[in-house]
Nanobody, 129 residues
C-alpha cells in the first residue's frame, strides 16, 4: 500500500548529527502513521520514533528522547528523523515503516514493529567514537 525508501545514513563522529529521510508513495501514504526502527548488530529490531499522519502526535523511545526529532512534510510525502548528539550506541540500520490510520489523528501511536505493515529497505548509520 505504501512504498518507502530511506536515505541519509552515513558515517559520523560521536556528538555530530544526521538527518534521515523516508520518501513515501502510494494511495494511503498521507493517511498513514510513520515510524522509525533500528537494528544493531546482534540485537533485535527496536522502536525509535513514530508520528501521526498530521505530524501532531509523536512518540519516542527513551533512549533517543531529547536527541532525536521526527517530523513529516506531507506536501513532499517525506518523513524525517533528525538525529543530534549521536552516540556510538546509535549505530544501526534504520528502517522507516508505515501503518494505515485513516483520518484519525489521535494517540497513542504504536511502538511495536507488528503494527507496521509497510517497510523500507533500511539505511546504515555508523557513529564512531
Amino acid at each position: 500500500q505504501v512504498q518507502l525508501v530511506e536515505s541519509g545514513g552515513g558515517l559520523v563522529q560521536a556528538g555530530e548529527s544526521l538527518r534521515l529521510s523516508c520518501a513515501a508513495s502510494g494511495r494511503t501514504a498521507i493517511k498513514s502513521a510513520m515510524g522509525w526502527f533500528r537494528q544493531a548488530p546482534g540485537k533485535e529490531r527496536e522502536f525509535v520514533s513514530a508520528i501521526s499522519w498530521s505530524g501532531g502526535i509523536t512518540k519516542y523511545a527513551d533512549s533517543v528522547k531529547g536527541r532525536f526529532t521526527i517530523s513529516r512534510d506531507n506536501a513532499k510525502n517525506t518523513v524525517y528523523l533528525q538525529m543530534n548528539s549521536l552516540k556510538s550506541e546509535d549505530t544501526a540500520v534504520y528502517y522507516c515503516a508505515a501503518y494505515y490510520t485513516g483520518w484519525a489523528d489521535t494517540g497513542p501511536l504504536c511502538g511495536e514493529s507488528t503494527c507496521y505493515r509497510d517497510w523500507g529497505q533500511g539505511t546504515q548509520v555508523t557513529v564512531s567514537s
